[in-house]
């Protein structure tokens, strides 16, 4: 089922929704007494079913309609649409000045065509993000703190990231450590080997405050391609749990110790590769066709890479 076609009683517009509750109960229009009599009128003159124009202020308007039982219509009766389709130039149709509230019950609900703008329902979005997020509950720091986060777009492709100058020295300082490092050596492509790609992925740092700490350009392997057997084999490696970070900084409260953090930079860059693994030249390093990376060293995104530094 692709949806329910619903109706939004304020704005009058028609939209589709998967996610719909039937409050059958509790219908707008539902009648205060359960017991109005349904009865068919098959001999109602056609005079009866014509008002003329002035008798319309004392029809029943729209504020009564939950009084009114709805009678039946019988196909052998003409169509009052057809009757009173006639109304003169100097006709004025009266219009309820009666003050419209939200349903008590729609409160706990977000009405969808109700709650759009109308550019977001121009622009074809069903449920636009703005319509329902707000910063306005935020602290001050806080709001600065997202607003900031969101004014800076982390490039998706090396062709988006050359456009910039930030990224470029990101790259070219990621470069400059993996050469520090040694850890492949470009050789010709040897026959029946396919080898693995690589990208770069790019992020943002940011300080407490919101403000960019630094731009951070990684080349990752994409050792989705590793066939095991061939070019990798173990991969388990142990990790500290947080069982055990929890009682080392017990241990150092008890005992006064100072306690130190360090970040080592490129950490899978130290560890030495026994498998023999192929990996397609970085976009930005310039080398003549035919050749490939032979991995000295181990790579972000090699499924041994933990393993390795661990050893």
């Known amino acids: 089922m692709k949806g329910v076609v619903l109706l939004d009683i304020h704005s009058k517009q028609i939209f589709v929704s998967r996610n719909v509750i039937h409050h059958e109960s509790i219908l707008p229009y539902q009648s205060n007494s359960s017991n109005i009599p349904w ?15 002035s008798d319309i202020s004392s029809s029943p308007t729209n504020d009564n309609v939950s009084d009114v039982s709805p009678l039946p219509i019988d196909s052998s009766l003409p169509n009052t649409n057809d009757i009173s389709t006639y ?5 004025v149709l009266p219009k309820s000045t009666r003050i419209r509230f939200q349903l008590a019950y729609l409160k706990d609900y977000v ?3 109700s709650t759009q703008s109308p550019s977001s329902v121009n622009s074809g979005i069903s449920y636009p993000l703005s319509s329902f997020h707000s910063f306005h509950h935020l602290s001050p720091t806080h709001k600065a703190f997202s607003t900031s986060v969101t004014q800076s777009i982390e490039p998706k492709t090396y062709k988006e990231a050359c456009q910039s100058d930030h990224w470029l020295k990101a790259m070219n300082v990621e470069l400059e450590a993996l050469a520090n490092n040694d850890p492949w050596c470009i050789v010709d492509t040897p026959p029946n080997v396919k080898p693995i ?4 992925v790019y992020r943002i740092k940011y300080k407490v405050d919101g403000s960019i ?3 951070k350009a990684r080349l990752v392997a994409k050792g989705y391609n590793q066939i095991e057997g061939l070019d990798y084999f173990d991969t388990f490696s142990p990790v500290a749990k947080l069982t055990i970070v929890r009682t080392l900084l017990a241990i150092a409260s008890i005992r006064n110790w100072h306690l130190h953090q360090l970040d080592v930079n490129n950490v899978f860059l130290h560890s030495e590769l026994q498998e023999i693994v192929y990996m397609t030249i970085p976009e930005g390093v310039t080398c003549s066709s035919g050749k490939v990376c032979k991995l000295r060293k181990s790579l972000y995104g090699l499924k041994q890479a933990s393993r390795k530094w661990h050893e």
């Open 197 to 200: 790609g690589c990208k770069w």
């Open 39 to 53: 009865n068919y009128h098959t001999n109602i003159h056609q005079e009866s079913l014509i008002k003329p124009v």
């Open 87 to 91: 109304p003169t130039s100097s006709t």
């Open 111 to 113: 009405c969808n065509s």
């Open 213 to 215: 700490k630094r731009y």
